[in-house]
């Protein structure tokens, strides 16, 4: 589950003291005091106590409750409390939990406290819980559920109600939203929603009204491709099936809601360039965070000092026309950030699926004239700035101010478009070559672009110079 800060629980802030009390006088009322709360509150207010009172709170609830809770408890504590937790009591809890967060808990625990908590499971839980780690938990396989809704394509709407109801009763389920028909062997073959399930007329057969063209994914597919599939057919919930089209499960919409905003931090974190965290900032240590950091860091700055032996290369230009300096941020910054932009623009169109591999030469074909553009009016405004500066008296540049003006607007036209070429190829090549996109970070695009910028501008001057100034 997404973890929280403490600006969002100021309900937890107000009734813990409440609770701890209770927990210590009378802890049997802490289930009925809480029984209309969202287990997400609930969470709040077990990650808001002692460490040691989260043991006693979650044994005051009821067995179900608890489950719920836990499935929405940060991580670190909730391996914390099932680890201190004896193996009897805590596998009563694991028991009451979602197959997939099940299967997530389990994942986390250390081996000798999992294997202990499952010998204490029914076997058919254990054996699903191990299905499911058999799959990576970054794919379709590790996100779906075993608790879904499905029924036999041949009932009548009667029978198919009957059913539903059934499972209903005997446990949660998550998707029950969501009604699927199969054949005797499983395999999918329809879907529709449980309104329309209670609106089909009697005696007819619910195949009648399942949607035959199905949307689904196989075990093996990343998760970012099942949020797009979501996505992109505005879905509560994405059956998995296996190569036979029988149905291993969904995937439910409140794990692609985190699927989505783990994606984005992580390439919100590579855009900052550094490497993405594997837990929230506040949990990581000194060393994790000096680590994720520091390698971008050392290479950002080595790829630095290529700028430095550039301007020492034109260091006799700078002694012939000290003026040359002043425009030297202007012009890296102007390159490095439509490098960025670009970067930033098109790294988000791949992830949304906008933009394929095969469509550099459409980019190319766009940035180009993006670039020149606005180049251009960056340019311009420069060469006023110049001129003005020039004619107002704020700054002499001489008789040549014009061929000054021209020479670092000329320079800004070609730094920016550069930069946007640059920066939209870069995420192509990284695909390309396997790498992730976003690791085309802004300080990285940014530093490429700035030794080319320097080399340009110098040249350029030159040009517009020789025999004037230099």
């Given at each position: 589950?997404?973890?929280?800060?403490?600006?969002?629980?100021?309900?937890?802030?107000?009734?813990?003291p409440?609770?701890?009390?209770?927990?210590?006088?009378?802890?049997?009322?802490?289930?009925?005091?809480?029984?209309?709360?969202?287990?997400?509150?609930?969470?709040?207010?077990?990650?808001?106590?002692?460490?040691?009172?989260?043991?006693?709170?979650?044994?005051?609830?009821?067995?179900?409750?608890?489950?719920?809770?836990?499935?929405?408890?940060?991580?670190?504590?909730?391996?914390?409390v099932?680890?201190?937790?004896?193996?009897?009591?805590?596998?009563?809890?694991?028991?009451?939990?979602?197959?997939?967060?099940?299967?997530?808990?389990?994942?986390?625990?250390?081996?000798?406290?999992?294997?202990?908590?499952?010998?204490?499971?029914?076997?058919?839980?254990?054996?699903e819980?191990?299905?499911?780690?058999?799959?990576?938990?970054?794919?379709?396989?590790?996100?779906?559920?075993?608790?879904?809704?499905?029924?036999?394509?041949?009932?009548t709407?009667e029978?198919?109600?009957?059913?539903?109801?059934?499972?209903?009763?005997?446990?949660?389920r998550?998707?029950?939203y969501?009604?699927?028909?199969?054949?005797?062997?499983?395999?999918?073959?329809?879907?529709?929603?449980?309104?329309?399930?209670?609106?089909a007329?009697e005696?007819?057969?619910?195949?009648?009204?399942?949607?035959?063209?199905?949307?689904?994914?196989?075990?093996?597919?990343?998760?970012?491709e099942?949020?797009?599939?979501?996505?992109?057919?505005?879905?509560v919930?994405?059956p998995?099936?296996?190569?036979?089209?029988?149905?291993?499960?969904v995937?439910?919409?409140?794990?692609?809601?985190?699927?989505?905003?783990?994606?984005?931090t992580?390439?919100?974190?590579?855009f900052?360039g550094?490497?993405?965290?594997?837990?929230?900032?506040?949990?990581?240590?000194?060393?994790?965070?000096?680590?994720?950091?520091?390698?971008?860091?050392?290479?950002?700055?080595?790829s630095?000092f290529?700028?430095?032996?550039?301007?020492?290369?034109?260091?006799?230009?700078l002694?012939?026309?000290?003026?040359l300096?002043?425009?030297?941020?202007?012009?890296?910054?102007?390159?490095?950030?439509?490098g960025?932009?670009?970067?930033?623009?098109i790294?988000?169109?791949m992830?949304?699926?906008?933009?394929?591999?095969?469509?550099?030469?459409?980019?190319?074909?766009?940035?180009l004239?993006?670039?020149?553009?606005?180049?251009?009016?960056?340019?311009?405004?420069?060469?006023?700035?110049?001129?003005?500066?020039?004619?107002?008296?704020l700054?002499?540049?001489?008789?040549?101010?014009?061929?000054?003006?021209?020479?670092?607007?000329?320079?800004?036209?070609?730094?920016?478009?550069?930069?946007?070429?640059?920066g939209?190829?870069?995420?192509?090549?990284?695909?390309?070559?396997?790498?992730?996109?976003?690791?085309?970070?802004a300080?990285?695009?940014?530093?490429?672009?700035?030794?080319?910028?320097?080399?340009?501008?110098?040249s350029?001057?030159?040009l517009?110079?020789?025999?004037?100034?230099?």
């Amino acid at each position: 589950m997404t973890p929280r800060s403490d600006k969002d629980r100021p309900l937890a802030a107000l009734i813990v003291p409440d609770l701890l009390e209770r927990l210590e006088e009378h802890p049997e009322s802490i289930g009925p005091q809480t029984e209309e709360m969202h287990p997400a509150d609930l969470a709040d207010v077990a990650e808001a106590m002692p460490e040691a009172a989260v043991r006693a709170f979650l044994a005051a609830l009821p067995r179900e409750r608890a489950a719920e809770v836990l499935e929405y408890l940060d991580e670190e504590l909730r391996t914390q409390v099932l680890e201190e937790l004896p193996a009897g009591e805590a596998a009563e809890i694991v028991a009451e939990m979602d197959p997939d967060e099940r299967a997530d808990a389990r994942e986390e625990l250390d081996e000798e406290t999992a294997d202990e908590i499952l010998q204490e499971l029914e076997p058919a839980e254990t054996a699903e819980t191990e299905r499911l780690l058999q799959y990576d938990p970054y794919t379709a396989g590790g996100l779906m559920t075993t608790e879904f809704v499905s029924v036999l394509e041949t009932l009548t709407v009667e029978e198919s109600l009957r059913a539903v109801r059934a499972m209903a009763r005997g446990g949660r389920r998550e998707a029950m939203y969501t009604i699927y028909t199969v054949d005797d062997a499983g395999r999918l073959r329809g879907v529709l929603s449980l309104r329309e399930l209670l609106a089909a007329p009697e005696g007819s057969r619910i195949s009648e009204h399942a949607w035959t063209e199905v949307v689904s994914v196989s075990p093996d597919t990343a998760q970012e491709e099942v949020s797009q599939v979501t996505s992109n057919y505005d879905l509560v919930a994405l059956p998995v099936v296996d190569g036979q089209k029988r149905l291993l499960g969904v995937v439910t919409v409140d794990d692609v809601i985190d699927v989505i905003q783990e994606e984005q931090t992580e390439d919100a974190q590579k855009f900052g360039g550094m490497e993405a965290l594997e837990e929230p900032y506040m949990q990581i240590s000194l060393w994790q965070n000096v680590r994720k950091r520091g390698g971008w860091l050392a290479i950002l700055a080595m790829s630095e000092f290529f700028t430095a032996s550039v301007m020492a290369r034109y260091e006799h230009s700078l002694d012939d026309a000290v003026f040359l300096s002043q425009f030297i941020p202007l012009v890296m910054s102007s390159g490095g950030n439509s490098g960025s932009q670009a970067t930033s623009l098109i790294i988000r169109a791949m992830a949304l699926g906008e933009v394929r591999l095969g469509d550099w030469w459409r980019i190319v074909l766009r940035e180009l004239p993006a670039g020149l553009i606005l180049g251009f009016i960056i340019g311009v405004i420069a060469m006023i700035r110049i001129v003005a500066w020039n004619m107002l008296g704020l700054y002499d540049y001489g008789v040549h101010a014009w061929w000054i003006a021209m020479a670092v607007g000329t320079t800004l036209v070609a730094v920016v478009t550069i930069g946007s070429l640059s920066g939209s190829m870069l995420p192509f090549l990284l695909k390309r070559i396997g790498f992730d996109p976003a690791s085309a970070s802004a300080p990285f695009v940014a530093t490429i672009v700035d030794v080319s910028a320097i080399s340009l501008y110098f040249s350029v001057a030159y040009l517009f110079l020789a025999g004037k100034l230099l």
